[in-house]
């Protein structure tokens, strides 16, 4: 069987977590797996559907579907206790079943599943149906270390009310250490005991011992870190195949990456086409959080402090930035990133090679 026959047969399940942060990522490398020649199930929560359809329009429908689901909608609530990832991770593994179903009724079931970090439930879920599981992360190597290494030994701080008390991961290369305000609040909200607590942390705990692990990151950047979890993880099956990003010859994706905007493109892009380069700042404010008029007027002071500072000269210049995006740069292309997307490309038509013997 040649190479491009095997890429054509090896069926693959991608699951996101249905978060925008989540869902473009792996789209991207959806698209990736999909002009490599693999055939993809993308598993899609109605609300999301419309994200695909760039995809579904540049592919033929013989190499990607859709697979709709709708869990309960079980969201946090202040009586919960809960997060959102956790609440939604519990609430989406209410398709454990109707996965089970629609895999064993296919006539060509995928050979392996890759979801989200935030789905770690999957692992056990595909080891139920006989297939490896590869999880992945929207973020770096650094990070993965870091949040695994806070689930599984559960680190405190003697003050946790101390907001400066200092948390310690000398587990992690470099030994990092943190004030305890800076711990991601999914962890400092965690409830040792709850159940759907205890279900979000096992699930975390359980990417690490999947078959293969995905960043969104390059080895450039991070070595040390993917080493890191290579050891953790007993393997080298750990591939860093960032940044991700539109496809070259899609002038639109960036724009349009994450829906409907309440600005039409057309006017952003008129806007931004009125303006000289490098005269506009682009400032991301995340989509949880609403902020105040107070802390929208602290913003703005310290952008503005920032720009005079800049324009005026007496701000270090940031070489590093541009150094990390050329190295980046040169990762994606014929580099590190480009080797690592091969390769895992390769080992996934290994496992549909392994099934058709």
Request: charged share 20%; proline share 8%; net charge negative.
């Amino acid at each position: 069987m040649s190479t491009s026959d095997q890429r054509n047969g090896a069926h693959i399940l991608v699951f996101p977590y249905p978060a925008l942060g989540h869902i473009i990522p792996l789209l991207d490398l959806t698209h990736m797996f999909l002009t490599r020649g693999l055939t993809v199930t993308i598993l899609i929560t109605p609300p999301h559907l419309s994200l695909l359809d760039p995809l579904l329009s540049s592919h033929p429908s013989t190499s990607i579907q859709p697979l709709l689901l709708s869990p309960p909608n079980i969201l946090p609530t202040v009586d919960s206790q809960l997060f959102r990832p956790v609440a939604n991770a519990r609430a989406l593994s209410e398709l454990r079943n109707p996965i089970i179903k629609w895999f064993k009724s296919h006539p060509s079931p995928p050979v392996v599943i890759i979801s989200d970090i935030f789905l770690g439930w999957t692992h056990h879920l595909a080891s139920h149906l006989g297939v490896p599981h590869v999880a992945f992360w929207t973020s770096s190597a650094f990070a993965a270390s870091v949040f695994h290494t806070l689930w599984r030994d559960l680190p405190k701080v003697d003050d946790p009310t101390d907001k400066d008390a200092v948390l310690s991961m000398p587990k992690v290369p470099n030994s990092p250490k943190y004030p305890w305000w800076q711990i991601t609040s999914l962890y400092r909200g965690f409830k040792e005991g709850n159940p759907d607590w205890e279900f979000f942390r096992n699930g975390i705990l359980a990417n690490g011992q999947s078959w293969g692990t995905v960043f969104n990151s390059f080895t450039e950047l991070e070595q040390v870190y993917i080493e890191h979890i290579k050891k953790e993880m007993g393997h080298d099956r750990v591939w860093g195949v960032g940044p991700l990003l539109p496809a070259d010859e899609d002038s639109m994706g960036p724009t349009n990456r994450g829906g409907s905007s309440l600005v039409p493109t057309h006017d952003v892009m008129g806007w931004l086409d009125s303006k000289a380069d490098d005269s506009v700042v682009y400032v991301c404010f995340g989509s949880r959080w609403t902020l105040t008029n107070e802390q929208v007027g602290a913003l703005a002071g310290e952008l503005a402090r920032l720009l005079a500072e800049s324009v005026g000269g007496t701000r270090p210049e940031r070489s590093q930035v541009m150094e990390v995006r050329i190295a980046a740069s040169e990762a994606i292309k014929g580099g590190s990133s480009s080797r690592d997307m091969e390769a895992l490309v390769n080992k996934l038509c290994g496992l549909n090679t392994q099934r058709s013997l």
